[in-house]
């Protein structure tokens, strides 16, 4: 129905990435820091450009509407997110913002006119990197997180609310939360973030579940000390007992003998952190997914055994906080029957898949029929700069998500 402008689109691409704290092509842009402010500027120009009506909610949650002809009705919205973690790539989150703009200027160029009106939603923080859990924006406008949040949930700084009001948005986070049934629908386009579509020759991926993540932080308090004068049988090394509690938790997913169970401990702090003094604590962040709920809570119960045993055998304290434990979202059938006909009349490959990282679809799948189109990414490579993936893989995603809109923005 409509054709993309990729070469737009990919200077888009190319523009917003330029916007970052890191050196290209590496990408930093962390929510409510200076840099994702001055994006998320130039993005909402590009939004009023292309005549769309903007929003922001207290947590900075921005909607670009593009009002239909029954603007009574619950609009379909599409979306992502524009912050990325340190020294990413230019495509996680932005690929689904961009080209869900350039699928409704392609819709516009078309002449189509939808029945219920369009919005484009650009999420805060997908990414955990600030306050240690992600999707805090859909989070929120799903009431899945309680609006104490803004007091409770902090950087080494300040907290959410600070930050938040800091970046000019105020308000109570309780007015983010949307009702059910606010959107008649929720499409998602993201890059892979896999191997298996660039590996198996598939231009599309329909996502029929989302993993369950959980991120758990653990704080060890050991004793601390001369790097040289305190003897070996008298340490209670805080980092030790963290190295022991990484290990056991790549252990724990490996026990299951399932591909689908992931751990990571990506954050490893240590304090005082010099060379010639001994830890006496360390802050771990713990990452374990599984599509099966009941698997990854087990991972998680082996990972909480290992820190009770590790700490009690070094005698040191050892802290579990569990910062978020989400059930896994399954796809609407519904619009997962859409986007396959939508690749059927273009042509393309897909293979119907599901998403082991998160996405803003799992939360908003608890307020409206979600689903994802997935495109291939070179090598499955995401959250590093050489993450990329090709001008045309983009656009056949931008193409399905503009015909499966308009089919939603119909009914
Ligand atoms: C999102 O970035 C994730 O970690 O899955
Ligand atoms: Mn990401
Ligand atoms: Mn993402």
């Known amino acids: 129905m409509s054709d993309i402008d990729i070469d737009t689109l990919t200077s888009e691409l190319h523009t917003l990435s330029t916007i970052s704290d890191a050196v290209a092509p590496a990408v930093t842009r962390i929510v409510f820091s200076e840099t994702d402010l001055r994006a998320r500027t130039w993005l909402k120009q590009r939004c009023e450009q292309a005549g769309l009506a903007l929003r922001e909610d207290a947590c900075g949650n921005t909607f670009a509407r593009w009002t ?28 689904g913002v961009l080209g869900g703009l350039e ?49 409770r949930l902090r950087d080494a700084d300040a907290t959410l609310d600070q930050r938040r009001e800091g970046a000019g948005f105020t308000g109570p986070l309780a007015g983010v939360r949307l ?25 599309i991926g329909i996502v029929e579940a989302i993993a369950a993540p959980a991120t758990l932080r653990v704080v060890i308090n050991g004793v601390g000390g001369h790097a040289g004068a305190v003897l070996m049988p008298d340490r209670h090394d805080a980092f030790l007992a963290a190295a022991e509690i990484a290990l056991a938790t790549e252990a724990a997913a490996k026990s299951t003998g399932i591909v689908d169970t992931v751990a990571t401990c990506g954050v490893c702090e240590l304090f005082p952190g010099a060379v010639n003094s001994i830890p006496s604590r360390t802050r771990l962040e713990i990452d374990v997914r599984d599509i099966d709920l009941t698997r990854r809570d087990h991972v998680l119960t082996r990972i909480a055994d290992a820190c009770q045993t ?18 896994p979202a399954h796809c609407d059938p519904a619009i997962v029957d859409l986007i396959t006909d939508a690749c059927r009349r273009r042509g393309l490959s897909y293979a119907r898949m599901i998403s082991r ?49 308009a089919r939603l923005s119909a009914q």
Do not use: K, W
Request: glycine letters at 10%; charged letters at 20%; hydrophobic letters at 40%.
């Open 103 to 151: 699928a409704i200027r392609a819709l516009r160029r078309a002449q189509f006119t939808p029945r219920r009106s369009v919005e484009l939603i650009i999420f805060t923080a997908e990414e955990p990197t600030r306050f240690g859990i992600g999707c805090l924006g859909s989070r929120l406008l799903a009431g899945t997180l309680d609006p104490s949040a803004g007091q």
């Open 310 to 327: 590790t700490g009690a055998q070094r005698g040191v304290d050892v802290q579990v906080e569990r910062l978020n434990a989400d059930p």
């Open 68 to 95: 239909g002809s029954d603007s009574d009705l619950p609009p379909v919205a599409t979306g992502s997110h524009i912050d990325a973690i340190p020294n990413a790539g230019a495509y996680d989150g932005t690929v």
């Open 179 to 203: 009702p059910a049934g606010a959107y008649s629908a929720f499409l998602e386009l993201h890059i892979e973030q896999g191997p298996l579509l660039e590996r198996n020759g598939h231009d």
């Open 357 to 405: 990282a998160y996405h803003d679809a799992l939360f908003m799948s608890q307020i409206a029929p979600t689903a994802m189109i997935f495109i291939p990414c070179r090598g499955g490579v995401s959250h590093r700069p050489d993450e990329y993936a090709p001008p045309t893989a983009i656009a056949r995603g931008v193409e399905v998500l503009a015909d499966t809109l």
